[in-house]
């Protein structure tokens, strides 16, 4: 036999038993997005590596280590997209979508990163992701936050997750800060592990979080970041959380939570959860005021996130392992006998035109009805539809509850369509 290939490492299939939950999910996602007026943009996975060293950060964990990066054949660098912010605002900005006007935009789709797989990280993973554009205000901010408390609702995991907040201010701020963080931390240098002694030179501020102790017991004594926000970024926080306090939505605010890309300004935040181990943030965003301008766009208000579709089906099996999922088979038609298979495609075809909801498979395999049955029962099938020659020449088809719910009956097949009626309520 020949050698099986097998999928790339970090990489994963969808199984047809797993994919009824994850478009259960995605049907969530989409509803709710829909709800707030949001609408749909697609955008290329490939984008020029050049996208996301501008957009993302040269110095990001993101750009300078796990991207997926490649020559193509003009010997062009290309990079399969990490996250979803940069191409929608490359798009955005290309197509003037934004030139002078608001946008609210929502995304769904693979993205990829180098990074060590384990539960809940993978190297391709799905994101479902949110950006507003030309909305200053903390409004937009707030909305954000609840359209997702919202989504957990729906996908009962709202008591399993919790909002951490935070405002990292402007760009001047954020830099007297830094300088501030660095004085203080090269007091310490002897604590510092090397990535954090790397980063005072490349990114100070993500050294707030860090995983190291010893390092956060030191960074206890830090300078905070929120005696160096401006007055601004100070009101604009303010508002946020007061239109959360009056809507009822509950937060903590984490002074270290900076997030891992260099484009975030004002708010940040996560919604977190303890169910999954070390992989527990399923939603990230923030606003990023200066992104727009930075790739060469008239300068144009963002804010947004991004959730990680694998977390949270993870999450939905781990805390709401009942939740109601669509059978995969409503209806399941057998037939044997001559004359039987024309009168079966045109039954289920009937029964597929009134009742589109439903998902009616047909018989395709041969064999006697026991075998037939067997099958039906495999499928999970409510009823099955069965018809031999004598329904044939009478005009008739048999209904038989597959879970013995209902005795079997036959009808006329001019009937069958009012009878699954009743019986689909
Ligand atoms: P991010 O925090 O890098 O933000 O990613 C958002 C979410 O994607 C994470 O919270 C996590 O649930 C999921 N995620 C990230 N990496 C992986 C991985 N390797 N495996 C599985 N899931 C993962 C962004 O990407 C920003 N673009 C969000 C944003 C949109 N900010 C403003 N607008």
Redesign the pocket.
């Known amino acids: 036999m020949a050698k099986t290939i097998q999928a790339i490492r970090?990489m994963n299939d969808l199984s047809p038993t797993d994919s009824p939950l994850w478009q259960w999910i995605e049907g969530q996602v989409r509803e709710t997005f829909a709800s707030y007026g949001y609408a749909e943009i697609r955008s290329p996975i490939l984008e020029s590596t050049n996208l996301f060293a501008r957009g993302?950060g040269e110095e990001t964990d993101?750009v300078s280590k796990?991207m997926f990066t490649f020559k193509d054949r003009d010997d062009e660098s290309l990079t399969l997209r990490?996250?979803?912010?940069?191409g929608?605002v490359r798009a955005a900005i290309e197509h003037g979508w934004i030139y002078n006007q608001e946008q609210r935009l929502w995304y769904i789709g693979p993205?990829f990163?180098y990074?060590r797989?384990q539960k809940?990280?993978?190297?391709q993973?799905?994101?479902a992701?949110?950006?507003i554009f030309g909305i200053a205000n903390p409004e937009a901010d707030a909305e954000l936050i609840l359209l997702t408390a919202r989504l957990w609702e729906k996908l009962g995991i709202r008591e399993h997750v919790s909002l951490q907040l935070n405002s990292i201010g402007s760009l001047d701020a954020r830099k007297k800060y830094n300088e501030a963080l660095v004085a203080f931390l090269n007091q310490h240098i002897d604590v510092l592990d090397e990535d954090c002694k790397r980063r005072l030179t490349t990114n100070p501020l993500r050294i707030l979080d860090t995983k190291n102790e010893q390092i956060q017991a030191v960074l206890n004594n830090a300078p905070k970041l929120h005696d160096y926000l401006d007055e601004e970024a100070k009101n604009h926080f303010a508002q946020v959380c007061q239109i959360l306090d009056q809507m009822g939505v509950k937060y903590e605010i984490n002074q270290k939570l900076v997030?891992?890309?260099d484009?975030?300004n004002k708010t940040v935040f996560?919604?977190v959860t303890t169910a999954l181990g070390s992989?527990g943030?399923?939603?990230?965003?923030?606003?990023?005021d200066g992104l727009v301008e930075q790739l060469g766009g008239h300068a144009t208000e963002?804010?947004?996130?991004?959730?990680?579709?694998?977390?949270?089906v993870l999450l939905v099996q781990e805390v709401n392992p009942t939740v109601a999922l669509p059978r995969a088979v409503d209806i399941y038609v057998v037939h044997t006998g001559e004359g039987t298979t024309a009168k079966a495609f045109e039954l289920a075809e009937n029964v597929r035109s009134a009742f589109p909801q439903l998902r009616t498979m047909l018989h395709c395999s041969g064999g006697n009805f026991k075998k037939q049955f067997k099958r039906a029962d495999k499928s999970g099938a409510k009823l099955a539809l069965v018809l031999g020659e004598s329904e044939v020449a009478e005009k008739n088809v048999v209904i038989k509850d597959l879970h013995g719910e209902v005795e079997q009956i036959t009808v006329s097949q001019a009937n069958l369509i009012s009878e699954l009626q009743a019986r689909f309520k």
């Open positions: 970090g993302v993101i796990e990490p996250e979803g912010t940069a929608c993205m990163r990074e797989p809940g990280r993978y190297r993973f799905h994101q992701g949110v950006e997030r891992g890309l484009y975030y996560e919604w992989q943030t399923v939603c990230g965003g923030g606003r990023y963002g804010v947004g996130f991004a959730m990680g579709l694998e977390r949270l």
